[in-house]
């Protein structure tokens, strides 16, 4: 089963403007590397290449057609001649508050791939806003995420998974003193009933 890579073009293959909107060519900038290591993945991997975007109101007055395509088409040329193919390019036009189902992350865009022919759970979403991450849950699909101060991950995704790692170590720790000193009590108060006087094990004994 093939593996798809479905990647998110603002923020991630390219700068995002302060305005969030590339409607004018000057506006568009690669960010470092990524036309190096996308064209490295497109060569040394079988991954299938997939662009996901959010266009707010794409299509309205706030950001015509015409003013989205220059840039849209630059983008896929420019990683079309490095080797870098997209299968499939999706982009949504709505508002956020509008709520559509198309909208990441939400997966009605992605019908074609949610047929049980791709191999989702070893596919993954790069993106760098928390609703790129929950696209990779809502697929079933592992996520990388671009640190993005402006929208930052919450929770436990907020942590980097070496970092939970360490915490659910410390739990397990905890809990294993926890239960020795349930222990060393129920031993001190064995002693206790049996007339031995009280020892307080847990503190070094006097030699
Ligand atoms: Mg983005």
Redesign the pocket.
Known sequence: MQKVLFI?????IIR?PDDFQVDLLEKLRFLPGVITNLAKVARETDFVIVMV??QDGLGTESFPETAFHPAQNFVIQTLADEGIEFADVFVDRTFPHENAPTRKPGTAMLTKYLTGEYDLANSYVI???PT?VELARNLGSKAIYIR?PSFPLEGDDAQPRVELAQQRAERRAHDARADQDDVTLAGCHRQRSTGEGLVDARRPRAR
């Open positions: 998110d073009r603002d923020g991630t995002e975007t959010n993106g760098d806003r790129d993005n």
